[in-house]
Structure formats: C-alpha cells, structure tokens
C-alpha cells in the first residue's frame, strides 16, 4: 500500500507541474478530475452593534454571531457615543461623531476586530451627531446631522490616505436623523428632520462625487425622520422612521433606474433610529425606538419572499440610536 502511494504522489506532482508549465489558453484545454478552481472561502461575518441610547449615551459594544446565533461583547469605546454614524475601511470601523451624552461632538473611533481594540482617528470640520455616514471610493463621507444649535446641510469627506478631513458640497436642505446609501456610485440622502421648517422630511438627494453635486431625486411617499437606510440589489431601502410623533413600521424601496419609490412588507414592530445593515441577500434592521421604549430586536427582511422575521436572540440591552456594520469574525 505504501509503494502505490508513493507511486500515485509522484504522479500528481508531474500532473502539477505540467499544469503550472502551461499558458493560459492551454490550462484551459487541460482535461484532469483533480484541476478545479478553488473557491474562495471568506471569514464568517457578524454582525456589529456599536453605542446608542439605553436610555443614555453608552460605551458597549456586542457582535451577533449568525452561524451560532448568539450575541457577545467586545471591547467598549473610549468614551460614550450614540446618535453616530460607522463606516468600515480595510476591515477596520470607524464610529463618526454623535453624543456623548452632554456635547455633540467630532470625534471618531477606530475599532480593530482582530486586536479588539479602539483608537483615535482625526476629528470631523463640524460637530454631528444624528449624521448619516457611508463609504464611497474607499472614502467616509459624513452627511448633514446636528451640531447641538441647527441642523446641518454641509457634508465632509474623510480620506484614508491623507487621514484628513474635507468639505464637500453642501446639501439643498438641512437634515438631521438623515439615513444615507450608496448605489451606483451615488451617495443618497434620504428623508430627515429640518429644523428650519420643523419638518419630518420625505424629500431625498443624491450626490455624485466626481462633480461634487447634490441633485434632488423623487420624494419618498412618506415623511421619514430617523429612518433606516440600506442597500440590496442596487436598490435602496427606507425603513422605519418617524413623523412627528407617528412612529412608522412602514417600509419603502427606491430604484434608481425608474427614480421611483415602491412600498414593500411593512415591519413586524414600529421602529425609528434603527441601524440598518445587508449580508447574504437579507436586510438586518437592529433595535431603534417605538416612541416609548427601546428595542432589543432585530427583524429580517427577505426581499424574494417580501417578508419579515424577528431573530430569536435579543441584544443584550435595547439600543436606540445605534452604529452597526457587518464585519469579519473576531479571531481573539
């Protein structure tokens, strides 16, 4: 037995290395059971769960993990922080701005999954807490927010290469509890709270960074402040929000080929300043507010089945106002 081994071993590495000889156009051509593309097995994601209000501003920070259903805590920001907006670059989440439960403030924390640990990163132009925050181009764009005086119609871009902040155009409306996506290359921002007008706002912009323009696209059917956004299939998602004092279990989608809106299954719970993430074809919406309590639930949204399931586990504590990201495993 053992000589047939060694025998067949030394066949396939001649089979090998006349493989590996080959130019493309003939590896192609080469017939062999054991010459298969391997496929490219990713890390298990979890889901991210960063600060919020519970009911005051909170440093904790928990992971879900889908494969064994289950949530756990990693390490706790420096400082409190909720009503911010996360990004994730190089695997690494950035926590933009929000509250730290006396000032808005222009801080950001980087969080490493593999150390599990925070540090600092270089603060935003302008305080914002209720911002929207979204990754384009390998950059973090922080989007409108409230400064603790008015709602914000400027917005920033933070460049990882240079590790600086920059203004860019401004927005046509202040919005604060704005949500943002991107699709496409476009940045969107959608609905809001105007303080100028003291409207809950349905309106929705787009900004496309290689002119440096903000243009309006068609209004949600809904005024949404505090809604989730998230993004599935280049198609962009409003979930949630409030109006005044109606708090919305609502959803909505916008397809920006036909620049329209469609309503979809509405929420099992109302919600308003719940993070919204996508993975594997899902759309996760995690905790938020019913007006009168925090929520420790997350709801599934099956977009092929136009249907929603609550997950089994609970958070650890209700979270109103919290970041979320879908991130790698942590190894530690």
């Given at each position: 037995?053992?000589?047939?081994?060694?025998?067949?071993?030394?066949?396939?590495?001649?089979?090998?290395?006349?493989?590996?000889?080959?130019?493309?156009?003939?590896?192609?051509?080469?017939?062999?059971?054991?010459?298969?593309?391997?496929?490219?097995?990713?890390?298990?994601k979890v889901l991210l769960v960063v600060g919020g209000q519970a009911p005051k501003a909170i440093r904790s920070v928990e992971c879900y993990d889908f494969k064994e259903e289950r949530w756990f805590p990693v390490?706790?920001?420096?400082?409190?922080?909720?009503?911010?907006?996360?990004?994730?670059?190089?695997?690494?989440?950035?926590?933009?701005?929000?509250?730290?439960?006396?000032?808005?403030?222009?801080?950001?924390?980087?969080?490493?999954?593999?150390?599990?640990?925070?540090?600092?990163?270089?603060?935003?132009?302008?305080?914002r807490s209720t911002l929207g925050v979204a990754t384009l181009n390998g950059c973090i764009y922080a989007v409108g927010g409230f400064d603790g005086s008015t709602g914000l119609n400027s917005?920033?871009?933070?460049?990882?290469?240079?590790?600086?902040?920059?203004?860019?155009?401004?927005?046509?409306?202040?919005?604060?509890?704005?949500?943002?996506?991107?699709?496409?290359?476009?940045?969107?921002?959608?609905?809001?709270?105007?303080?100028?007008?003291?409207?809950?706002?349905?309106?929705?912009?787009?900004?496309?960074?290689?002119?440096?323009?903000?243009?309006?696209?068609?209004?949600?059917?809904?005024?949404?402040?505090?809604?989730?956004?998230?993004?599935?299939?280049?198609?962009?998602?409003?979930?949630?929000?409030?109006?005044?004092?109606?708090?919305?279990?609502?959803?909505?989608?916008?397809?920006?080929?036909?620049?329209?809106?469609?309503?979809?299954?509405?929420?099992?719970?109302?919600?308003?300043?719940?993070?919204?993430?996508?993975?594997?074809?899902?759309?996760?919406?995690?905790?938020?507010?019913?007006?009168?309590?925090?929520?420790?639930?997350?709801?599934?949204?099956?977009?092929?089945?136009?249907?929603?399931?609550?997950?089994?586990?609970?958070?650890?504590?209700?979270?109103?106002?919290?970041?979320?990201?879908?991130?790698?495993?942590?190894?530690?």
């Amino acid at each position: 037995m053992r000589v047939f081994m060694i025998r067949n071993s030394k066949d396939y590495l001649i089979e090998a290395l006349k493989y590996h000889l080959l130019k493309g156009e003939q590896k192609a051509l080469f017939k062999s059971p054991r010459i298969k593309p391997r496929q490219p097995v990713g890390l298990p994601k979890v889901l991210l769960v960063v600060g919020g209000q519970a009911p005051k501003a909170i440093r904790s920070v928990e992971c879900y993990d889908f494969k064994e259903e289950r949530w756990f805590p990693v390490a706790e920001m420096p400082s409190r922080r909720c009503r911010c907006g996360i990004a994730v670059i190089g695997g690494k989440v950035f926590a933009v701005g929000g509250f730290n439960g006396s000032l808005r403030v222009r801080t950001v924390d980087i969080y490493d999954p593999i150390r599990d640990t925070w540090s600092s990163c270089a603060n935003m132009e302008a305080r914002r807490s209720t911002l929207g925050v979204a990754t384009l181009n390998g950059c973090i764009y922080a989007v409108g927010g409230f400064d603790g005086s008015t709602g914000l119609n400027s917005a920033e871009m933070y460049d990882p290469k240079t590790f600086e902040w920059r203004m860019i155009a401004p927005m046509s409306t202040r919005r604060s509890s704005v949500g943002v996506g991107v699709v496409n290359k476009y940045l969107f921002a959608v609905g809001g709270y105007d303080g100028a007008s003291r409207q809950c706002l349905s309106s929705v912009e787009s900004y496309y960074p290689e002119t440096d323009v903000w243009t309006t696209v068609a209004e949600m059917s809904a005024r949404r402040s505090g809604a989730g956004v998230g993004v599935l299939d280049d198609l962009l998602y409003a979930v949630g929000g409030h109006d005044g004092p109606l708090v919305r279990k609502s959803v909505e989608v916008y397809n920006p080929e036909t620049n329209s809106w469609k309503p979809v299954a509405d929420m099992n719970l109302c919600r308003r300043n719940a993070g919204v993430v996508a993975l594997n074809k899902l759309l996760y919406v995690v905790g938020g507010d019913d007006g009168t309590s925090n929520l420790s639930s997350v709801e599934v949204y099956n977009p092929e089945q136009d249907t929603w399931t609550l997950l089994p586990a609970h958070m650890g504590i209700g979270r109103s106002y919290a970041g979320v990201a879908i991130i790698d495993k942590p190894g530690f």
